[in-house]
């Protein structure tokens, strides 16, 4: 699949406010389900201005334009603070594209946190040579999380 990796631009809002929805709520994590848009459209809007995003975008089937089917968003200097993909764009590379672009940004490490119930993520990150960390419990939804450690080898 080809894919362009490029900046957030404000007209991004409703398409990656719908993927992040329609991402968590398929990631089989419970606490999804009590999630809306409407409320990850406000939270997007409080804290999109302190992150660094990037989309990942395929050429559409008509050849003009270009589909948003991920994106990454880092917090501060070394927090990948989210990760998702569109749930019918799962498994085709663009998870992995998102975090070897983020790998890249940050060559001596970052780290994350991901809903202990999101296997899938979870054995993706493991399989991209992140390592676990300790647990705790979301400030925000309250489940619990674990974190994930990625550096580079030596």
């Not at 998102?98 to 054995?123: I, M, Q, S, Y």
Request: charged share 20%; proline share 5%.
């Amino acid at each position: 699949m080809d894919l362009l990796i490029r900046p957030y631009l404000e007209s991004d809002f409703d398409p990656v406010t719908k993927l992040w929805l329609d991402s968590f709520q398929s990631s089989g994590v419970a606490v999804a389900a009590s999630v809306d848009l409407e409320s990850l459209q406000a939270r997007w809007a409080e804290i999109s201005g302190g992150w660094a995003i990037h989309i990942a975008a395929s050429p559409c089937i008509s050849g003009t334009g270009h589909s948003i089917v991920g994106f990454a968003a880092l917090a501060g200097n070394d927090e990948l603070s989210q990760l998702f993909v569109g749930p019918v764009f799962q498994g085709k590379g663009i998870g992995k594209a998102l975090l070897d672009f983020v790998k890249g940004l940050h060559p001596l490490g970052f780290w994350l946190t991901t809903a202990v119930e999101n296997r899938a993520g979870r054995r993706f990150y493991k399989r991209e040579g992140l390592v676990e960390g300790p647990l705790s419990i979301s400030a925000r939804l309250g489940h619990q999380l674990i974190r994930y450690d990625w550096r580079p080898k030596p």
